[in-house]
């Protein structure tokens, strides 16, 4: 049974920093790529980053040069690294992962459940 447990949320002022994980468990075959999304009130969900497994990397425009997406295969963990945060980047980062479980053939979609990220101004 595959889980995806995302940490590192929380409360920061404008121009603050975070850094969150997402570690994915259970019986993992292999993992083609991780993602970060966010959904603010009222806005639709969007991608703010997505890494392959071989480390190539995309980032939504309003985080570029502010946030960094990093993976380390060994620990089947995802980071996302948040400088220079901004009010607009309130909202719930919800970690995604495109894998195969170990005894299965094909690839699917796992989610975590989310975490807060507040930036006050």
């Known amino acids: 049974q595959v889980q995806l447990v995302e940490s590192g949320g929380g409360l920061v002022q404008a121009g603050g920093s975070l850094r969150l994980s997402c570690a994915a468990s259970g019986s993992i075959g292999s993992i083609n790529a991780m993602a970060w999304y966010r959904q603010a009130p009222g806005k639709q969900r969007e991608l703010v980053a997505g890494?392959?497994?071989?480390?190539?990397?995309n980032y939504a425009d309003s985080v570029k040069g502010r946030f960094t997406i990093s993976r380390d295969n060994a620990k089947n963990t995802v980071y996302l690294q948040m400088n220079s945060l901004k009010p607009e980047d309130t909202a719930v980062y919800i970690c995604?992962?495109?894998?195969?479980?170990?005894?299965?053939?094909?690839?699917?979609?796992?989610w975590g459940q989310g975490t807060q990220v507040t930036v006050s101004s």
């Open positions: 995604n992962a495109l894998l195969r479980p170990l005894l299965f053939s094909a690839f699917a979609n796992y």
């Open positions: 890494i392959t497994s071989g480390s190539t990397t």
